[in-house]
């Protein structure tokens, strides 16, 4: 679950830091959702949602060594992976052979308007400057399908404005749920759900989900401002 920054220096040095660590946090997290109950609940329905409407592939972006991408796929949607790290997309395709990992960065992806199913987001945009995290979202929603689902996956803050704070590779926000809910909603998203839940044994932060759906057919007050 590598994170992706928009500005070019921010994004080289973000790469930079997550090649360095690539071996060691897929050491630390590949088996993660093996004590992550809810979160694992949360991706079923997640795949549910996606399959029902078949309209395409699910993007897992910010993969990291593609432990998630791999659990999501066995969970039935066509799922790939694309990461900023080329270490972790290495990683991610030698434990993972038979699935497609791709270097890439959410604010320009290589992927043509409307073909996926599903975008997941696990906590892949915390680096991103709070500025420019609705040109993130807008890009979310170009890949996506009519009907298509994202699931975002963020440490919560409960100040209204996103906070600082020293994540161990590189300087990340934490957002207010319905902060995050209304930036989602001026992208043109309707929200789905919202997953928070308290901090487990050495977490510092509740972690949050939304899970949002772009519409069908846009409305006025659903077309991104």
Known sequence: MIFVVTQPSALHET????DAVASLYAELFSDVLEVLPLERALLAVFAELVQAHDAGPVADIGCG??????HLHGLGPTTFGIDLSSEMVALARRANPDLRF??????ALDLDDGVLGGILALYSVIHTRPEQLPV?????????APGGHLLLGFFAGDDPLPQ??????????RWSPDRLAELLRQAGFVEVARLLREPREGERFQQAHLLVRKPEVSSPDQEPR
């Not at 790469?15 to 997550?18: F, G, Q, S, T």
């Not at 791709?102 to 604010?107: A, L, P, Q, W």
């Open 15 to 18: 790469r930079a830091a997550y």
């Open 65 to 70: 060594p593609g432990h998630v991408t791999a």
């Open 102 to 107: 791709d270097e890439g960065s959410m604010t």
């Open 136 to 144: 993130v979202l807008a890009e979310f929603r170009r890949v996506l």
């Open 164 to 173: 600082e704070f020293d994540h161990k590779v590189s300087l990340a926000y």
